[in-house]
């Protein structure tokens, strides 16, 4: 776990959520099931497999000594989450190693605020590996003042946020749960961007019905879990995502195609788009945040820019 250590003792105060050390991609032998994010003013440990008290000791020790040289006179405060190496194995388990935990808690990322919660779950409210896909977004926004956007599997509606104070005309937020999506009216109301966006908690492949009937958009965005049974399920499911993208799509609109599953190469999402929609142009694969540096591009988190054609 030295890598692990090496990166505490080393790391700046962060006043944006940001991961600070990323074991799953690969880059650090021995190192591979750890992982540290900041969600300020918390930092929350991940280890993928099961660690001795010795070791968080050893962490918290860490923790503590850095956070007493860049924080002097503040309190540290960290949480331990133990999760099975996949979900099928079991539950999380979650602890407060020290300090406490702001309730509400509201993270920033550039300038944007979002409300978070690191004691429950393992979904923490914002995917911090989708830090560019957001700013790919704002900066769409700005360039297409207007544009409709239909945000799927939007979870919390971090795009839908950074999309309307970018200057998206409306936004459409779709997710089956209406937990997520209460979330992300909150972080709309937090930023205040309320007017123009809508959030329906709905089984996207019961009926498209709606989604269609507000449509057609300038952007769509999917970014769906990779395996989720009864919601999504990448090697079944994408393929009649993608067939509906050329119907919902402006001539001339783009979307965003987001997809987290180490097992699924990039060549997957070709193979669907060419297969579905062989009129969508794949514009560009957008990089992940340096944090998520991974070992191979193919098992980290993909996400590819297509163009309906004119």
């Known amino acids: 776990m030295q890598a692990l250590l090496d990166a505490i003792a080393t790391m700046d105060r962060c006043t944006d959520a940001q991961r600070i050390f990323h074991g799953r991609g690969g880059l650090h032998p021995g190192c ?6 900041a969600f300020p003013p918390v930092f929350v440990l991940t280890s993928f497999q099961p660690v001795t008290d010795d070791e968080l000791t050893a962490v918290g020790d860490a923790l503590a000594a850095r956070w007493a040289a860049i924080a002097p006179g503040e309190p540290l405060n960290w949480v331990f989450q133990g999760r ?5 194995e079991g539950r999380a388990e979650t602890r407060l190693m020290a300090g406490s935990v702001p309730d509400p808690h509201t993270v920033t990322e550039d300038g944007t605020a979002y409300r978070v919660h690191v004691l429950k779950g393992q979904n923490h409210g914002l995917f911090l590996d989708m830090a560019e896909g957001r700013r790919w977004v704002r900066a769409h926004c700005v360039a297409n003042p207007g544009v409709d956007v239909l945000n799927l599997f939007a979870y919390t509606c971090a795009f839908s946020v950074v999309a309307r104070q970018a200057g998206a005309g409306r936004v459409v937020n779709i997710d089956m749960a209406q937990g997520a999506l209460a979330i992300g009216q909150q972080n ?22 709606k ?3 507000l449509g057609p958009y300038g952007l769509v965005i999917a970014d769906p879990p990779s395996y989720q049974k009864g919601s999504f399920v990448a090697t079944k499911d994408y393929a009649r995502l993608i067939r509906r993208l050329p119907d919902l799509l402006i001539p001339g609109g783009h979307a965003l195609l987001c997809l987290n599953a180490p097992e699924l190469p990039e060549a997957f999402l070709h193979e669907q788009l060419a ?13 992940n945040p340096p944090a998520f540096a991974d070992v191979s591009a193919d ?3 993909k996400v590819l820019v297509v163009r309906q054609p004119d």
Request: charged share 15%.
């Open 32 to 37: 591979e099931h750890w992982v540290l994010d």
């Open 84 to 88: 099975p190496a996949n979900r099928a």
């Open 188 to 209: 709309h109301r937090l930023n205040g961007v309320a007017e123009g966006a809508s959030f329906l908690a709905h089984d996207l492949f019961s009926s498209w019905g």
């Open 211 to 213: 989604v269609n009937r």
């Open 275 to 287: 297969a579905q929609a062989p009129q969508l142009q794949v514009m560009a694969r957008l990089p």
């Open 299 to 301: 098992r980290a988190l």
